[in-house]
């Protein structure tokens, strides 16, 4: 009697089961995946439901069991594992998630194509393993809209928490949703359709910036070219160079036929000292480039910046002659152009980049006369003379010569200058410094700092202490020592010069207590021992003397072994 207690029980058990199950569910089965993601060390982290609403690997699931992951697998119902590509969209505030799994010829889920009504019966599923179909039968006891025009189901009764993240078909056995939550004695279902919105957005919206944010599985990208180009510059300001070059190889891959992928990723190849591929792409971006002019352009800039900002190593297929080379073809092909204000705005910036190479080749008279050729009628503009007078620098003119094309620029601005004029100014005063014609360095940067409103650096009050000096101006260069310190007190160099400067005027005690104050920043710097042992001679504390000036010498300072000789024969 007992043992066919236990028999009817069984079979009791297996029959609600069948009841529980649609006739569909065998057709949907293979639509249905566990989805695991494991944390950086590779340890499982979650586990959840997911399932496929496109034939090309998209899948969907509940966001949570994504977050915090690096890695994702999809696994099948026969217990193949297959990885996840990328995050396709996700939201934070309605926790879903689309994703891509590496498949072929999955079987998508058919969905509704219009709202479930109330009362409905419909079906939860987890077909995700072979031998256990979990299935739970509701029905649709309320509704309400997302954004106008997605359905919030309500569902009568409240389902194994197990099933969550899980699809849920309505009786034809489409997809009608994903199990989103569970309230007292409701489950609620998000609808199908709202995956629609889960895509990934050159500026994406606050949910979904905190989603995607919180997930550290790789992103796809947007679905045109011309926002994808939009969100890998975006990209571009603050990922690693090697995660940067997994975004422009998904571009390429995805946009093969689109020239600036290849431009950009051959930026991160520089860096990484990738030169061959990096000259490849630059190749394939000519190539595929329409605007051949602007396309040269490109490829001499970037070998321009390669040149001057990572000179080392060398890479011999690329030299300033190379990038003038495309330079040169870029100006003769943009001067085949109709004429219009666009093609001469574009001839004039291809011929200062080529002037600023021919300075960085310190082929100096060629860029002065390349110069001296732009600054000419209505092109006159103070920003070639300045450039002027840089290039007549390193061609090593007179000082009269550097500084005349500043005058020139100077002057053009008319009276009263204005603030853009400051950046002119400071470079002639330093130039006048340089040379040493210090009172009229002194002028310029009063004249700098009064065009600048005074917000000035403490390193502006320093140098002009440092010229006020030489001009002996020693009140004037004491108050800018000082009010340097106001601005940077823990610089020891600005603690030596004020000290220097007191011993000068007789104010010893400042004088010992600004050498203290910088021993106390930085107990390395020699001229603080020095300037201190002197300063205690001239008050007759001559054994504190003898002692800070042996410091010095001990650090190497001649200057002090000089004065110990001097005064402890």
Request: aromatic share 10%; charged share 25%; hydrophobic share 40%.
């Amino acid at each position: 009697m007992k043992k066919r207690n236990i028999i009817f029980v069984l079979l009791s058990l297996v029959a609600l089961a069948s009841f529980a199950q649609p006739k569909f569910a065998s057709k949907v089965m293979k639509g249905i995946v566990s989805v695991n993601t494991y944390d950086k060390q590779g340890a499982l982290l979650h586990q959840g439901i997911g399932f496929y609403i496109g034939a090309n690997g998209e899948a969907v699931a509940n966001y949570k069991v994504f977050k915090d992951a690096y890695k994702a697998v999809a696994i099948d119902a026969s217990g193949k594992q297959l990885p996840v590509d990328y995050i396709l969209g996700a939201d934070d505030t309605y926790s879903m998630a689309r994703f891509q799994v590496n498949t072929k010829g999955n079987l998508p889920l058919p969905q509704v194509g219009k709202n479930v009504p109330l009362h409905a019966q419909v079906y939860i599923l987890n077909g995700s393993t072979k031998d256990a179909m979990q299935s739970e039968q509701a029905t649709v006891a309320d509704t309400s809209m997302i954004q106008g025009k997605y359905v919030y189901y309500g569902l009568d009764k409240k389902v194994n928490d197990q099933l969550m993240g899980a699809p849920v078909f309505n009786e034809a056995g489409q997809l009608m949703g994903i199990l989103h939550s569970t309230i007292g004695g409701r489950s609620y279902v998000l609808d199908i359709r709202f995956s629609e919105e889960l895509k990934i957005a050159a500026i994406p919206n606050s949910s979904a910036s905190i989603a995607l944010s919180g997930t550290f599985i790789p992103k796809g990208l947007p679905e045109t070219a011309e926002e994808a180009l939009v969100y890998v510059y975006l990209k571009s300001k603050s990922a690693s160079n090697e995660e940067y070059i997994d975004i422009t190889n998904r571009f390429v891959a995805t946009f093969p036929k689109n020239a600036e992928g290849y431009l950009r990723r051959a930026t991160p190849l520089i860096d990484l000292l990738r030169f061959d591929e990096a000259e490849a792409d630059m190749q394939k971006y000519l190539t595929l480039v329409e605007d051949k002019a602007s396309g040269n352009f490109n490829v001499a800039s970037l070998i321009y910046d390669k040149l001057r900002l990572q000179p080392e190593p060398a890479y011999d297929k690329w030299s300033y002659d190379v990038a003038i080379e495309y330079l040169d073809k870029a100006i003769s092909l943009n001067a085949s152009k109709p004429a219009t204000d666009d093609q001469k705005a574009e001839g004039i910036k291809y011929q200062i980049l080529k002037a600023q190479m021919l300075v960085a080749k310190k082929d100096y008279d060629a860029a002065i006369q390349l110069y001296e050729t732009l600054n000419q009628g209505e092109q006159r503009t103070p920003a070639y003379l300045f450039a002027i007078s840089l290039a007549k620098e390193g061609r090593g003119d007179s000082l009269s010569a550097v500084i005349e094309p500043l005058d020139s620029a100077i002057a053009m601005m008319g009276e009263p200058l204005p603030q853009e004029a400051a950046n002119y100014v400071i470079r002639r005063g330093q130039l006048l410094a340089n040379g040493g014609k210090y009172r009229e360095a002194a002028q310029d940067y009063n004249q700098y700092a009064y065009l600048m409103n005074n917000k000035v650096s403490a390193v502006f009050y320093y140098e002009r202490s440092q010229i006020e000096v030489n001009a002996r101006m020693f009140q004037q260069a004491l108050d800018d020592i000082n009010k340097a310190l106001e601005m940077a007190p823990s610089n020891p160099l600005y603690h030596i010069e004020r000290a220097a400067q007191t011993l000068r005027v007789n104010m010893i005690d400042e004088c010992i207590q600004s050498c203290q104050t910088a021993i106390q920043i930085n107990p390395s710097i020699i001229d603080s021992y020095r300037i201190l042992g002197y300063a205690q001679l001239q008050k007759g504390e001559k054994e504190k003397a003898r002692l800070n000036l042996q410091k010095a010498v001990d650090l190497g300072d001649e200057g002090a072994k000089k004065i110990l000789e001097m005064y402890f024969k």
